[in-house]
């Protein structure tokens, strides 16, 4: 997913522009981040989250509806993640633009209840599923500087000092029904309804606040301007779905499926703009608010995995997932539509991008510190994991001096490597935990489109950890 604001550009030309769309200083251009992985859970993480054609544990909804037919007792588990992200800005024509930004977020990413019918059903194993799942996380923070000059008639210089503060916080998770049955001993179908409502759990929606100051100065005359403005999403509501199929080739190959339908959902909009200008012997106030009701639309995903168990021991494992962000959006009262990755009208042919598909590729593997003899009984049992990844995420590649034209969507990457480590006590509870370093470079450039040369760096540090009870 792309990021979050496409103010600067227009700022440095004049605090008016930023209400160009008719909403507040940051309205319909800012796009929350990367969405949590399909799936959840210390153990797939530890592993690059290629889980797909495994989903063997409590988190089998998450990743492939399918795979919680080889759960043969009731199971609970919980998952909590912290993300640390710090981006690096530069522009190699607004020296003023460089600088480290960085934001935290912790959240309880996952909760869930499996039930394994106990008897078949016309021969065949079935299982249900009661979950909890935060799948995007809209935290993000960040803040600017831009200075600009030029000349005017009569020799006098026209110059401008523009700062910038922005924060948005937030996010969307689904209270999740799975039914999973087998159709034969090798193939198992799965089907999930996503419920996307605010709950105890979890609230549904996001907000961004953001705060401009600026100085303008034309010769000895000096002006200033402060601008604040808050927008809400809340109370989003709306269903998905998601289906799975999971194949067992042979005793050691596997091969699964997971599509996730797009998200239709309405959403409570609400929006305060305020512009307070001072010019000299003259103060002005522009205030402004906005209340209605949204549709918003979130892609669909389409993952593909395959696992080889080479031993009792070892196992490894590889995904590939495909989305398609070209028809996300916000859909205003009025009819507008704007896109959530660059904020862009997607009414407007001229303006619109269309976005290539974007792609993620991992692989993970798992040992399992089996005993050495064979129906040795353990009261703990350890597995280590590791795993790389690559990921995408959607961008427009406008130029940045060529604001208002289309870019050519080309998708930036990103790179990561996973660690993890797990321990069974008793055959009763698993504890997981794992760590995932992600990176990109020369990337996030709709952050502040307009702003020549403007790139950034960015690197994250996750963890999670994840219990697992048997009953």
């Known amino acids: 997913m792309s990021r979050c604001v496409s103010l600067l550009a227009a ?99 996952f909760l869930s209840f499996v039930y394994p019918l106990p008897r078949p059903v016309l021969g065949r194993n079935v299982a249900l599923s009661l979950s909890y799942q935060r799948r995007y996380d809209f935290n993000r923070a960040f803040d600017g500087r831009i200075i600009t000059a030029q000349g005017a008639p009569g020799g006098a210089v026209l110059g401008q000092d523009t700062r910038l503060e922005f924060s948005q916080s937030g996010g969307l998770g689904a209270l999740v029904g799975t039914l999973a049955f087998e159709l034969t001993k090798k193939l198992s179908l799965g089907v999930s309804l996503n419920l996307w409502r605010s709950s105890l759990i979890g609230e549904d929606g996001w907000e961004q606040t953001t705060r401009v100051n600026s100085r303008f100065t034309a010769g000895s005359s000096l002006s200033l301007s402060r601008g604040y403005s808050k927008e809400t999403y809340e109370d989003i509501r709306g269903e998905s779905f998601a289906i799975g199929a999971l194949w067992h080739a042979t005793s050691r190959l596997s091969f699964g499926l997971r599509y996730d339908s797009p998200l239709h959902a309405d959403a409570d909009y609400t929006s305060f703009d ?55 959006y916000a859909k205003s009262g009025r009819g507008a539509k704007f896109s ?67 870019g050519d969507g ?56 994840s219990t697992v009870v048997y009953f």
């Open 11 to 109: 700022l440095c030309l004049c605090p008016a522009a930023a209400m160009a769309q008719g909403g507040p200083l940051g309205a319909d251009r800012s796009v929350p981040p990367t969405p949590t992985p399909v799936g959840a859970g210390a153990r797939a993480a530890g592993m690059a989250n290629a889980f797909v054609a495994i989903a063997d544990d409590a988190s089998a909804a998450s990743w492939n509806p399918a795979g919680l037919v080889q759960l043969e007792r009731p199971e609970f588990s919980m998952v909590a993640d912290y993300l640390s992200t710090r981006n690096e800005f530069r522009s190699s024509v607004q020296p003023e633009m460089d600088g480290a930004h960085a934001f935290d977020s912790a959240s309880l990413n």
């Open 410 to 465: 080309a998708p930036d990457s990103f790179y990561g490597a996973t660690l993890g480590v797990g321990l069974l006590l008793k055959q009763r509870i698993n504890i997981d935990l794992a760590y995932q370093y992600r990176f990109g470079d020369d990337i996030n450039g709709d952050l502040n489109p307009g702003v020549a040369g403007f790139r950034a760096d960015e690197d994250s540090h996750r963890l999670v950890v």
């Open 340 to 406: 959530l990755v660059d904020g862009a009208d997607l009414n407007n042919p001229l303006r619109r991008t269309d976005f290539d598909p974007v792609f993620a590729v991992r692989l993970g593997a798992e040992h399992v510190f089996l005993p050495k003899q064979r129906g040795e009984t353990l009261d703990y049992l350890w597995s280590l994991r590791g795993g790389v990844f690559l990921e995408q995420e959607p961008a427009s590649g406008r130029n940045p001096r060529r604001f208002f034209a289309p």
């Open 274 to 328: 305020r512009d307070l200008r001072f010019v000299p012997f003259r103060a002005a106030a522009n205030v402004a608010s906005l209340r209605e009701t949204r549709d918003l639309r979130f892609p669909a995903t389409l993952s593909l995995g395959a696992a080889f168990r080479a031993s009792d021991r070892w196992t490894v494992a590889l995904d590939i997932s495909r989305t398609d962000w070209s028809d996300v």
